[in-house]
């Protein structure tokens, strides 16, 4: 792969950046990664896994002379690092982030963003539940989707550029509006976590099943919502802080569909209930036939650890 960059500045080294910070280096993708991050301790991990070229206490300093400059914080930090970095971006810069959510990042990024710079904002659809720089590594975004939301006033070279990144770091690339993205992730993931943090505290505060029956007979089901629901609080608190409008929406929906399984349940509707799960059976065939999922039982997982 050739060389597309100069200096690649990753502002935030936990998951996302520092597996941007492997696959950059392996794939040769730019001849210079600066790092910042916002704790000594992750500035010291970064250095010493050797996923920077050069590490920096400020983020100002990082960007300097950065040809990109990639976001990786929690979506509610996005406008407090632009506003830092504003003056010292190179004319001419990419910047973009990585944050779930997008319409917010969009508001509070803009305003701070000088004249010549080129803001498209991203989010790859790939992640786990762990987190900090030792999480990382250069296949997270193989075959994943990095969804683009350029602005109408977005330069079509620098957008073309970013898409080129990203097929370099093994993803597919898809361009839409922010407010579109917004509505769509609201559903295929904010609401998942959502209902997977809901289900474990609601497991969790139950009185008459104890802390370790939940953990010794957590097989199945449960495990699978406890994975989703270790995922980053900071992370998660700011995703739903900043896509309000569309998460109370699809939650309206579901809430509605569930009165109604609901319903099937207390008056015995063994078709509804089984119409209903044919039909949600489907959807995983298709997202296995897409690529996105494996068909392997219990998600491939270690026999030993199922
Ligand atoms: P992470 O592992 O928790 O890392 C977050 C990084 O941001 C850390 O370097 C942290 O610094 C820094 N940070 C936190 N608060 C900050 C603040 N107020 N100012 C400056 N830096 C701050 O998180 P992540 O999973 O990489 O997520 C980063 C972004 O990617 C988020 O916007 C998230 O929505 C998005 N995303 C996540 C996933 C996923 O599955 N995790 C998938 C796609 C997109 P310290 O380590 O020094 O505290």
């Known amino acids: 792969m050739n060389q597309q960059f100069g200096r690649v500045a990753l502002i935030g080294i936990g998951l996302i950046g520092s597996s941007l910070a492997h696959v950059i280096r392996r794939e040769k993708i730019a001849s210079h990664i600066a790092g910042y991050a916002k704790s000594a301790e992750t500035r010291k991990a970064a250095v010493q896994l050797g996923l920077v070229d050069s590490i920096h206490d400020t983020a100002a300093v990082a960007v300097k002379d950065a040809d990109l400059v990639i976001m990786c914080v929690p979506v509610g930090a996005c406008g407090e690092i632009a506003k830092g970095i504003s003056a010292a ?71 073309t550029r970013l898409e080129k990144f990203w097929h370099a770091c093994g993803s597919e690339v898809e361009l839409m509006t922010p407010e ?109 036939a897409a690529g996105q999922e494996t068909a392997a039982p219990d998600f491939g997982r270690d026999p030993k650890h199922r």
Not at 209 to 238: C, H, L, N, Q
Request: aromatic letters at 8%.
């Open 89 to 159: 971006l190179k004319p001419d810069a990419i910047l973009t982030d990585v944050g779930s959510v997008k319409a917010a990042v969009v508001r509070d990024v803009l305003p701070h963003v000088p004249q010549g710079v080129h803001f498209i904002p991203g989010h790859p659809i790939a992640g786990t539940e762990q987190s900090g720089p030792a999480s990382g590594f250069a296949d997270l975004f193989v075959k994943r989707w990095c969804i683009l939301t350029p602005l109408p006033t977005s330069d079509l070279a620098a957008v």
């Open 180 to 288: 579109h993205h917004d509505l769509v992730l609201a559903i295929t993931s904010h609401l998942p976590h959502l209902i997977a943090y809901n289900t474990v505290a609601t497991a969790a505060d139950l009185e008459e099943v104890t802390d370790s029956e939940v953990i010794k007979y957590s097989a199945g089901g449960f495990r699978d919502f406890t994975r989703i629901a270790a995922s980053d609080p900071t992370m998660w608190r700011d995703v739903f802080l900043n896509n309000r409008e569309a998460v109370l929406e699809m939650l309206g929906r579901f809430s509605e569909d569930l009165s109604a399984l609901q319903r099937a349940i207390r008056w015995g509707d063994g078709e509804t209930l089984f119409n209903l799960f044919t039909r949600a059976r489907e959807v995983r065939r298709n997202i296995i």
